[in-house]
């Protein structure tokens, strides 16, 4: 074998084992770029519908945030969301609040977790067979008319054209439905989603949806948070690209295998951190803390 051949095969190789990592670390100053996210998740759960941007610590971490619309009557069928704008992060913002996490772990727990179809006319041109969780869908709607108008008035007085949605658990799922249908409706913008504690919403043509409006995801799941394996796969549920698995404070890691979908083969990703029942710690997923950043009402 000639020394160019060898030396080739050896470049190929370290190819191989660079395709084979399954996680990376995340640099101390990507993780603290989310910290103004978490920030304003926490707010999705402390602003509770009020008209003016005023929710204590969660909210002066962002001051210079321009509120335009926020609504919502905090319950699961209805939580709080708002809407505007953030100067330093230039991105409109749509934020959607939760639930409490036993109760959010308890309706999506067991054998058949039922689907329905999306509403087409809400998802234009989007395929007959792709399904959510009915709850997830009946929450969305609710708010949907709202927050896209909120969303037009914003571009049309910011002339923002990046939009991110976000949100913890429930909050987390209406996010992703919003970066879907909030893409559909206003093709141009450029969408990204970062969620916290998010469970899955849909089956495989959802997170095909999902996937190919969303320029970028950040599913942002802490230690053995059970919410982020519910529903069950086994019901045909899964999650779109983009987890990042906080495996302590300060380690952040970016699962990249399986194109960033889910990685059930790594010990660090997810899945196999919170496969057995006696690992599930719901307390991973009531109080985070993301980067020191604890979110959940009792937190504002
Ligand atoms: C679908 O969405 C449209 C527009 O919001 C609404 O008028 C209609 O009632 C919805 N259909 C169903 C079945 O929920």
Same mark, same amino acid.
């Given at each position: 074998?000639?020394?160019?051949?060898?030396?080739?095969?050896?470049?190929?190789?370290?190819?191989?084992?660079?395709?084979?990592?399954?996680?990376?670390?995340?640099?101390?100053?990507?993780?603290?770029?989310?910290?103004?996210?978490?920030?304003?998740?926490?707010?999705?759960?402390?602003?509770?519908?009020?008209?003016?941007?005023?929710?204590?610590?969660?909210?002066?971490?962002?001051?210079?945030?321009?509120?335009?619309?926020?609504?919502?009557?905090?319950?699961?069928?209805?939580?709080?969301?708002?809407?505007?704008?953030?100067?330093?992060?230039?991105?409109?913002?749509?934020?959607?609040?939760?639930?409490?996490?036993?109760?959010?772990?308890?309706?999506?727990?067991?054998?058949?977790?039922?689907?329905?179809?999306?509403?087409?006319?809400?998802?234009?041109?989007?395929?007959?067979?792709?399904?959510?969780?009915?709850?997830?869908?009946?929450?969305?709607?609710?708010?949907?008319?709202?927050?896209?108008?909120?969303?037009?008035?914003?571009?049309?007085?910011?002339?923002?054209?990046?939009?991110?949605?976000?949100?913890?658990?429930?909050?987390?799922?209406?996010?992703?439905?919003?970066?879907?249908?909030?893409?559909?409706?206003?093709?141009?913008?450029?969408?990204?989603?970062?969620?916290?504690?998010?469970?899955?919403?849909?089956?495989?043509?959802?997170?095909?949806?999902?996937?190919?409006?969303?320029?970028?995801?950040?599913?942002?799941?802490?230690?053995?948070?059970?919410?982020?394996?519910?529903?069950?796969?086994?019901?045909?549920?899964? /999650?779109?690209?983009?987890?990042?698995?906080?495996?302590?404070?300060?380690?952040?890691?970016?699962?990249?295998?399986?194109?960033?979908?889910?990685?059930?083969?790594?010990?660090?990703?997810?899945?196999?951190?919170?496969?057995?029942?006696?690992?599930?710690?719901?307390?991973? /997923?009531?109080?985070?803390?993301?980067?020191?950043?604890?979110?959940?009402?009792?937190?504002?």
């Amino acid at each position: 074998m000639s020394a160019a051949i060898v030396a080739a095969a050896l470049a190929s190789c370290a190819g191989c084992f660079a395709l084979k990592r399954d996680t990376q670390p995340l640099s101390a100053e990507s993780i603290s770029g989310y910290e103004p996210y978490a920030q304003f998740a926490r707010a999705a759960h402390c602003l509770g519908g009020s008209q003016t941007w005023e929710c204590g610590d969660a909210c002066a971490a962002n001051k210079d945030f321009k509120l335009y619309a926020s609504g919502g009557d905090g319950t699961s069928d209805l939580p709080f969301y708002f809407v505007g704008y953030s100067p330093s992060l230039a991105s409109i913002i749509v934020a959607h609040g939760g639930m409490e996490a036993q109760d959010l772990a308890t309706a999506l727990q067991g054998p058949y977790i039922a689907q329905a179809p999306v509403n087409l006319t809400m998802f234009p041109g989007v395929d007959e067979d792709t399904m959510v969780y009915a709850g997830f869908r009946d929450a969305h709607s609710r708010s949907a008319d709202a927050v896209l108008a909120a969303v037009q008035e914003t571009i049309a007085t910011t002339g923002a054209a990046v939009l991110t949605t976000l949100g913890h658990g429930l909050g987390g799922a209406l996010a992703e439905m919003d970066a879907a249908y909030l893409r559909l409706n206003i093709p141009y913008i450029r969408m990204n989603t970062v969620t916290f504690g998010k469970p899955r919403v849909g089956n495989a043509a959802w997170v095909d949806l999902v996937d190919a409006n969303a320029d970028s995801n950040a599913r942002i799941n802490n230690m053995r948070d059970p919410i982020p394996v519910l529903p069950a796969q086994t019901s045909t549920y899964e /999650h779109p690209t983009g987890e990042i698995h906080v495996v302590q404070e300060g380690m952040w890691l970016a699962c990249i295998a399986n194109n960033g979908r889910e990685d059930d083969e790594d010990a660090e990703c997810t899945i196999q951190s919170v496969r057995r029942m006696p690992d599930y710690l719901l307390i991973s /997923h009531q109080t985070g803390p993301y980067n020191g950043i604890f979110i959940g009402s009792e937190y504002c």
